[in-house]
């Protein structure tokens, strides 16, 4: 199936996109600090059934920049920048870690907009949350020297949370992180800071939270997660780590297909 890279144009600059298929259109949104390409194996899988569109998360791969502070408040606004621009007006949404947080924002701000919301590798961030990352290394953040040993310190941060004898995957995200420059780490900043105990509530429609059983990161906050929205339900893909999406494309997208059918 033809895999499309496209463009739109908004007020405050151009979002980059890949989509896949026809149909009803699902929202697909990458984790910090990966783009679109994220969703390479996902993309015509999805795209059998639905228009699959996954989007560069502005200040990230392709998509513009912005000045001021970054908040996943900001970053749902990109969202509904693209989903204007494409003039839609229903659309389901599904999240990978950062991408899953942005999800929550959108379906909770603008509930009539989304019509099912899939929050895969999401965690659970609440007051006592946000003061346990106070102070905390960022995971992604670099500094570039002239050694280049800022790229191996990038490659360690990930390699025990991603599959073994996949360098493929790590060298697809120093890629995307190097592209995201000094945004690399803001993501995981504004997720830090986020006040998601006041948006969860706010979700009405029916919810998937996927469950990767070896991502360490959201595996252990499924339970408060689901307990704190309502119609929510779980799936569990045994073996799933950080990098599901490129490493299970097939179990991922057969969980998400069954949900949304």
Known sequence: M???????????GQIHYRSCGSGKPVILL????????????????????????????????????????????????????LLAALNL???????????????VEVAASHPEVVEKLVLSGCPFIDASEREKRKGKHVIDSFEPRMDGSHLLELWRGRQPYYPPNRPDILDRFIIDAL???????????????????????KITCQTL??????????????????????????????????????QMPAEFADVVERFLE
């Open 30 to 81: 990458h984790q910090t600090p990966r783009s679109s390409d994220e969703y390479a194996e996902v993309l015509p899988l999805l795209g059998r059934r639905f228009w699959a569109i996954a989007m560069d998360t502005i200040g990230f791969g392709d998509s513009y920049r912005f000045g001021g502070e970054m908040s996943i408040e900001r970053l749902g606004m990109g969202v509904m920048q």
């Open 2 to 12: 033809q895999l499309f890279k496209n463009y739109v144009q908004t007020p405050e």
């Open 179 to 201: 592209k995201a420059g000094p945004n690399a780490a803001e993501g995981h900043v504004a997720v830090a800071k986020y006040r998601m105990e006041d948006k969860l509530p």
């Open 209 to 246: 939270i996927v469950a990767a059983t070896s991502d360490p990161f959201a595996y252990p906050y499924t339970e408060q997660l689901r307990k704190n929205i309502k119609n929510a339900q779980v799936a569990e893909i045994k073996g799933g780590t950080v990098a599901l999406l490129e």
């Open 89 to 103: 007006k229903r659309v389901s949404l599904v999240g990978h870690h950062t991408g899953a947080v942005i999800a």
